[in-house]
């Protein structure tokens, strides 16, 4: 059995006192619960959460890293830091980094590799543009990004690693995948990762969908048979929204 994972990714978003203030929420309404759970706040906000989340059923993301341990890399922040801040995810390839800020295949495969040397669980992204989609592109589109990120990987490194499914089209849009759109994708996925790892890893893998994720399509979603959790903007930095997408997830 797969653990559902639902993680906020709050982005650029937020000040500081609102960043504390939505993990306190979060920590304190959770209660206990199955679930696994995660907030990737803006990096330099993650010491302040991170003080709220310890030792509660809150785990702590980052959004990005380098994959150099240290060195002259101004503005970068390395894996041991992430850990030093007491993360234990780390958001990779993300559509924005991909899009806006031009990341590739190969970088997210050293930030991959990086961030497992490290004991980081990697959280990576892959999701096709609506152009891709309407040029029925979406799978060879979400293999690749599979193939050139997650490069190298032995089964047991594998075994570490999250998915996320987050079709570009449906991020920030409020237009979110059917489920039967995004269960298809995941399907997907899940046979590309039986091809390249051993059974056991493809099936225990957990895939989470991004996009538009809120508490009212969340369920759904989750009902589908290869989607073990979500990756959730907007909807994770409203306390009520973010739990009631964890209780959907139920
Ligand atoms: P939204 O939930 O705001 O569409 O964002 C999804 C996302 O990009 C999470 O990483």
């Not at 939505?22 to 993650?46: F, N």
């Not at 040029?135 to 979400?142: E, G, L, N, P, Y």
Request: proline letters at 4%; a negative charge.
């Amino acid at each position: 059995m797969r653990r559902p994972f639902i993680a906020g990714n709050w982005k650029m978003n937020l000040s500081r006192e609102e960043a504390v203030a939505l993990t306190q929420g979060i920590v304190e309404q959770l209660g206990t619960t199955d679930i696994e759970v995660a907030v990737a706040p803006p990096s330099v906000y993650l010491d302040a959460v991170g003080q709220v989340t310890k030792g509660s059923g809150v785990g702590l993301s980052a959004q990005n890293m380098y994959h150099e341990a240290n060195g002259a890399f101004t503005g970068e922040i390395s894996a041991s830091m992430l850990l030093d801040l007491g993360c234990k995810y780390v958001i990779l390839g993300h559509s924005e980094r991909r899009h806006i800020l031009g990341e590739t295949d190969e970088e997210v495969n050293r930030k991959v590799l990086a961030a497992l040397a490290a004991g980081l669980v990697p959280i990576v992204c892959v999701g096709e543009t609506l152009e891709q989609r309407e040029a029925d592109k979406t799978q060879s589109v979400v293999q690749q990004q599979c193939d050139g990120s997650l490069a190298g990987l032995t089964n047991e490194q594998m075994s570490g690693v999250v998915v996320a499914y987050e079709p570009v089209w449906a991020i920030g849009t409020g237009k979110v995948a059917t489920p039967e759109q995004a269960e298809e994708v995941h399907a997907d996925l899940r046979r590309l990762l039986e091809t390249r790892y051993n059974p056991e890893v493809a099936a225990a893998v957990r895939i989470q969908y991004g996009g538009s994720v809120k508490p009212d399509n969340a369920g759904e979603l989750l009902g589908q048979p290869n989607i073990d959790g979500a990756l959730v903007g907007g909807a994770s930095m409203k306390v009520d929204s973010f739990l009631g997408i964890i209780a959907a997830a139920k």
